[in-house]
């Protein structure tokens, strides 16, 4: 059983950095593409950032383009992810996610087969 659990969260002003972790533990973690999702409330959960099995290549959400930075650590077992200059528009419960597809661009949350339970980010004007 793959597990997955978020850290990292918190209350930040705007402009802004926070680095959300995620520890994954349970089953190999080089076998799995990795994504980053939020949710707002109201609204859908949306695709955010995802990297592929061993971290060279990464795709990211226009909204968050040049601002956020997903990165993995093979060898700890965590996926990361880096987010300067935050904006309320970013406020949002943010979910790490697990696919056994092997590519990248995988931006709808069906293509992720485990979720953690994801970590609260509030950015305040």
């Known amino acids: 059983q793959l597990q997955l659990v978020e850290s990292g969260g918190g209350l930040v002003q705007a402009g802004g950095s926070l680095r959300l972790t995620c520890a994954v533990s349970?089953?190999?973690?080089?076998?799995?593409?990795m994504g980053w999702f939020r949710q707002a409330p109201g609204n859908e959960r949306e695709f955010v950032a995802d990297i592929n099995l061993v971290g060279d290549a990464s795709n990211y959400a226009d909204s968050v383009k040049g601002r956020f930075t997903i990165s993995r650590d093979n060898n700890k077992d965590t996926l990361s992810l880096q987010m300067n200059n935050l904006t309320s528009e970013d406020t949002a419960v943010y979910y790490c996610a697990a696919s056994n597809l092997q590519s990248i661009g995988l931006t709808s949350p069906i293509y992720f087969g485990w979720w953690g339970q994801g970590t609260q980010v509030v950015v305040s004007s």
């Open positions: 349970g089953r190999p973690f080089n076998r799995y593409a």
